[in-house]
């Protein structure tokens, strides 16, 4: 971990340059408090664990690491992954964590240079009642597919209106439909899914893997609110 923290701040974990005069008209807030940070976050595990109300995990242990050395407040906001990209876009977080970049969330986001998360697998589970498999991409055709609302994967997954979709709030509520029989599979970072299955003997004895998955060549990034007003806060996080 410290080494990963020393990457990100001898990198520039947030670059002074990203711009600060871009359009704010849907902001509902403006956020000028540069002695705080407003920091968004959805269970992601293990990058972001809520347990209790309570948050931890490889992306806040960071956030925090920055927030002491700068001596600014952390609030730490939990929500659902959908709401948190929407609470971004209208102010009332500064900073989300894990994010794929595409041009509609750049129309309210600032992404941080460089990426923290350097590709990632794309995989699919089924219910290991299921008889039948996903060997490759057409299969997804023959099944009813869950995924958490807002989450995107890669281009051809997430713009194809072919394959039946149904969406959830969040993993918990995921990976229930799966074992309820709701949906036949379900789609996530491997990472992610591979870790939370893992730890849950439930989730464990009755979830498998497919074979088919796709290296997801987009990057994993911190983004921060274009509705925020920080350029001096963002320049001190890039010396630290």
């Keep these: ?90 102010g009332s977080v500064d900073l989300l964590p894990n994010l794929l970049k595409t041009p509609a969330r750049e129309a309210f986001l600032n992404y941080i240079e460089p990426p923290y998360l350097v590709g990632t697998y794309r995989s699919f589970y089924m219910n290991t009642k299921n008889k039948f498999s996903i060997e490759n991409y057409d299969d997804l055709n023959d099944y009813v597919v869950g995924d958490v609302t807002g989450a995107l994967h890669f281009p051809k997954f997430d713009n194809d209106g072919t394959i039946e979709k149904r969406y959830f709030e969040n993993t918990r509520q995921l990976f229930d439909a799966l074992l309820s029989g709701e949906v036949d599979a379900v789609i996530g970072q491997r990472s992610v899914f591979d870790y939370t299955i893992k730890k849950d003997d439930r989730l464990n004895q009755a979830i498998t893997k497919q074979r088919y998955e796709i290296y997801a060549q987009g990057d994993g990034y911190f983004a921060s609110s274009k509705c925020n007003n920080k350029p001096l806060l963002w320049a001190q996080f890039e010396k630290k």
């Design 1 to 90: 971990m410290k080494r990963l923290l020393f990457f990100l701040f001898m990198c520039g974990f947030i670059t002074a340059a990203q711009s600060q005069d871009s359009d704010q008209s849907e902001c509902e807030i403006i956020n000028d408090n540069a002695k705080e940070i407003n920091l968004a976050v959805a269970s992601f595990e293990p990058w972001m664990i809520i347990k209790n109300g309570q948050a931890s995990g490889i992306d806040i242990d960071i956030v925090q690491e920055i927030a002491k050395r700068l001596k600014v407040k952390l609030n730490i906001i939990i929500c659902n992954w959908n709401d948190c990209v929407e609470r971004s876009r209208l």
